[in-house]
């Protein structure tokens, strides 16, 4: 059975950097699947962040892509977020999840198969 | 304001159906395939249905999926208290390069 584990500090400084981690179990990261990021500030709706595939094919949020940084490591079987110079408008849950990505004819067949528990990250001084 | 629009709320009773809308464009559910996910407070979402009207693993055929054009819809059949969730749909938008959420729909079961 597939688990993702999210970890990572409950609590940043504005324009700090928040960097989370995503541990996987009953899965090897480099046998295939896209792995992302969304995140959920509190009482609202989803919001999709990043993807990558274990070989660096990445996708990324454009309203947050010169902030955000995200990284594969094999050897751990983790993924990882970096979101940079965060303010109050990052509080939020965020999850990590498996995804499922092929693109045939240039359409997209996607969805987010497997999904963290989520860790809420506060950002106050 | 989301790029996939759905109602923010909808109530049915136990045993009944009910039908969520997700609205979209040529660029997202036009084009690409929609999957739905279902949230209960303070846990991760899970998805229902994938590649437009597939069932995931375990999840019981009262959930159905379809698309028409530019739109979507999630049917739940024989309502029952449990399905009293956030449900949310989501797909690639081609143009914004951007994988989209609905804004979520609050489904009470009265």
């Known amino acids: 059975q597939v688990h993702l584990q999210e970890s990572g500090p409950g609590l940043v400084r504005p324009s700090e950097t928040l960097s989370l981690a995503c541990d996987v179990s009953?899965?090897?990261?480099?046998?295939?699947?896209?792995w992302g990021w969304i995140r959920q500030p509190p009482g609202r709706g989803l919001e999709w962040i990043a993807t990558?595939?274990?070989?660096?094919?990445?996708y990324n949020n454009p309203s947050l892509r010169s902030r955000v940084s995200m990284s594969v490591d094999t050897s751990k079987n983790q993924f990882s977020l970096k979101l940079y110079s965060v303010t109050a408008a990052d509080t939020a849950v965020y999850y990590c999840?498996?995804?499922?990505?092929?693109?045939?004819?240039?359409?997209?067949?996607?969805?987010?198969?497997?999904w963290g528990q989520g860790t809420l990250v506060t950002v106050s001084s | 304001q989301s790029v996939l629009t759905q109602p923010p709320s909808m109530s049915a009773a136990p045993g009944q159906k009910v039908t969520i809308s997700c609205s979209g464009s040529?660029?997202?559910?036009?084009?690409?395939?929609i999957s739905w996910y279902q949230q209960f407070p303070g846990t991760a979402p899970k998805v229902l249905i994938y590649?437009?009207?597939k069932r995931f693993s375990g999840i019981p055929d009262r959930f159905s999926g379809s698309k028409s054009g530019t739109s979507a819809t999630l049917g739940i059949t024989g309502l029952q208290t449990g399905d009293e969730a956030e449900y949310y749909c989501?797909?690639?938008?081609?143009?914004?390069?951007?994988?989209?959420f609905g804004g979520g729909t609050k489904l009470t079961v009265l």
């Open positions: 999840a498996r995804q499922n990505l092929t693109i045939n004819r240039g359409v997209m067949h996607s969805w987010f198969d497997v």
């Open positions: 009953g899965y090897s990261i480099s046998s295939g699947y896209y």
């Open positions: 990558m595939y274990h070989s660096g094919n990445n």
């Open positions: 040529s660029s997202n559910i036009g084009r690409n395939y």
């Open positions: 590649e437009n009207n």
């Open positions: 989501g797909t690639w938008d081609t143009s914004l390069s951007l994988w989209v």
